[in-house]
């Protein structure tokens, strides 16, 4: 499905943590080793599944020019042309490929910092702040969360064109700062861990609102992360709207560039280059699940619980 | 000082200070849902009018419904709605089904390793969706697959690309990318089920398959019901897995899918049908979403 079916789950903080690991075995059950083995089997089938697509790319990205369709597909070729394959990768179409990652990563970057930025300041102020319609802005902010992106990529596009900023870095860089997701999750998470009478304290010393803010934010850190991580995959993987709004191949991100040259049926830029090419795209977007996994698996779990 | 002025003047102060923090995102919220939204309803009232030969130049008119007309006449986007519908009636229960055993058995006090599991089967997330479409645009190739090449080998030979074939390799796609994610939504769930629940389950006799079935999945309900509808949305919102495989399959029809055919109207520069057909389909999601949500708090209460 597009990555933006990703409009992640609404969710509810955990505000009481009551939630407990069960132990492996419970002293209540035994289980018999036939069942055990069975589940253990099933599992691993689908393990499998999920990871030999991963393989295969990984497997293909060492191989040769020329040795991707030949012999054993899942295994590797006769020589490992890894180092081969990224420089010519780089090195294709006047080094078109790294342009591509450097535009993918302003836009996911880019766009994951300011909105996250704008998210957590408006779901705080719809916390901590009863102006009159507030709940107005918050019910129609959560029901763009139900509107899939794609449906308005052409609305999007449309008045784009009117005002003449397709095909500029504006176009896929604004529709990307605007997160109705983390204005929702912000402001439940405000509500729970942000501590009314720590405005107020700030408030008898003479603090302005926005240094307030800056305290309060600190409490909201996870719930931050998680808007960031949601946002950058989002982005990085969109290729709808880039797509549609970036004629100007200097200006398209990574997922633009691979299926343009992937459309080129191998030639001149061969299937090796294409899938090596795949595989360095994805590096980044692994690289951030890793580096902000604690953080993000807290953020994920409060997203199912209810 | 009445009260109501007091209280009139404090609500007037809230808005002062909220106003900083909340009109930077509402700004361009309107910007980018908003104003698109409503200039898609708009135009999808107008039609352009050629005069003459179309030497004349063209003008905007008001078309009332007539675009709408068009598109519940307009077979390819039936077709493209239906064809979706028959993706997501296959595909939504299957990875739904898959994703609450598989939780359930790393939920389960059965299973070893569920760390590695957890890892293996969300690890497809990590790859964004025009890339796992790529990678299995490669896997599915009539020639190059090596998939293919296995099954020739032994004799058997198999296309993912015919026409009867595509639903279902495409199907297989999202399968495979959005499994892992649901896995893991559900299980955050089934992992907020507090212990004692289930010693109390098992003290009253009740434990394994049982005890998973009868309590843990109602419990997970509202978590089963979130994915449920990001499935339908994100199926109905279908683009960029076919628009990867016509790669592999040029027999795919440029207006597969919903939002195919109104970028092909796009592309034709048939502006104002293209966002009727926008208007059609999000309304069509909307409605989708409300219907699940009523239906499932209906069964709630009942």
Not at chain 2, 80 to 102: D, E
Not at chain 2, 283 to 298: D, G, M, P, Y
Request: glycine residues 8%.
């Amino acid at each position: 499905m597009t990555t933006t079916l990703q409009t992640p789950a609404p969710t509810e903080p955990v505000v009481t943590a009551t939630r407990r690991r069960r132990p492996r075995t419970s002293p209540l059950t035994t289980v018999n080793p036939a069942t055990r083995l069975l589940v253990l089997l099933v599992m691993s089938l689908f393990a499998v599944y999920f990871l030999v697509p991963v393989w295969w790319l990984v497997v293909s990205a060492t191989k040769g020019q020329g040795e991707l369709f030949s012999g054993n597909g899942f295994w590797f070729g006769g020589h490992f042309a890894l180092v081969d394959n990224v420089q010519t990768l780089f090195r294709a179409q006047g080094g078109i490929y790294s342009r591509w990652l450097l535009n993918s990563l302003m836009y996911a970057v880019g766009g994951g910092i300011v909105s996250t930025l704008l998210a957590s300041m408006c779901g705080y102020a719809l916390a901590k702040f009863s102006f009159p319609g507030r709940e107005a802005v918050f019910g129609t902010v959560l029901a763009a969360v139900l509107l899939p992106a794609p449906v308005l990529a052409i609305p999007l596009y449309l008045v784009f064109s009117y005002t003449g900023t397709v095909n500029t870095f504006w176009a896929v860089f604004i529709p990307s700062i605007v997160s109705p997701f983390g204005v929702y999750l912000s402001r439940i998470y405000a509500a729970s861990s942000v501590p009314d009478q720590l405005i107020e304290a700030g408030r008898l010393d003479g603090a302005g609102e926005f240094r307030i803010f800056t305290i309060g934010v600190r409490l909201m850190a996870p719930a931050m992360v998680t808007i960031f991580l949601f946002q950058f995959v989002a982005i990085w993987t969109n290729f709808l709207l880039p797509s549609l709004m970036l004629a100007d191949t200097s200006l398209q991100p990574v997922t633009v560039g691979l299926v343009s040259w992937r459309e080129l049926q191998g030639y001149p830029i061969s299937y090796t280059t294409v899938v090596t090419g795949a595989l360095v795209s994805v590096i980044p977007v692994v690289a951030m699940f890793l580096s902000l996994q604690s953080f993000w698996s807290k953020g994920l779990a409060t997203g199912a619980v209810k | 000082m009445s009260h109501v002025t007091i209280r009139r003047r404090g609500r007037a102060r809230e808005l002062r200070r909220a106003a900083p923090f909340v009109l930077p995102f509402l700004v361009l919220f309107v910007v980018v849902y908003l104003i698109p939204a409503g200039y898609s309803v708009v135009q999808s009232f107008f039609a352009v009018k050629r005069s003459g030969l179309g030497l004349g130049g063209a003008e905007t008119v008001f078309a009332g419904l007539d675009n709408y007309t068009r598109v519940f006449h307009d077979g390819e986007f039936l077709g493209s709605l239906g064809r979706v519908a028959f993706i997501g009636l296959i595909q939504v229960p299957v990875m739904l089904g898959i994703a609450l055993i598989l939780a359930l058995l790393i939920d389960s006090s059965v299973s070893a390793g569920r760390k590695f599991f957890r890892v293996a089967y969300f690890l497809p997330y990590g790859l964004p969706g025009v890339i796992a479409a790529l990678v299995w645009s490669f896997l599915y190739a009539p020639t190059l697959s090596p998939v293919t090449r296995l099954f020739a080998s032994m004799g058997i030979h198999v296309s993912f690309v015919t026409d009867g074939a595509l639903p279902f390799s495409i199907a297989n796609i999202l399968t495979w990318a959005w499994t892992g994610y649901n896995t893991i939504l559900i299980y955050s769930a089934l992992q907020a089920i507090p212990e004692e629940t289930m010693e109390a389950a098992a003290l009253d006799g009740c434990s394994g398959w049982k005890a998973a079935l009868l309590i843990k999945v109602p419990l997970i309900r509202p978590a089963l019901l979130l994915t449920l509808v990001f499935s339908i949305i994100g199926t109905a919102q279908l683009y960029n897995e076919p628009v990867t495989m016509k790669a592999v399959a040029p027999n795919l029809p440029s207006t597969y899918t919903p939002i195919m055919a109104a970028l092909r109207s796009l592309s034709s520069n048939d502006f104002n049908y293209a966002a009727a057909q926008s208007v059609v389909l999000g309304a069509v999601i909307c409605v989708l979403s409300v219907l699940v949500f009523r239906a499932s708090a209906r069964s709630v209460e009942s």
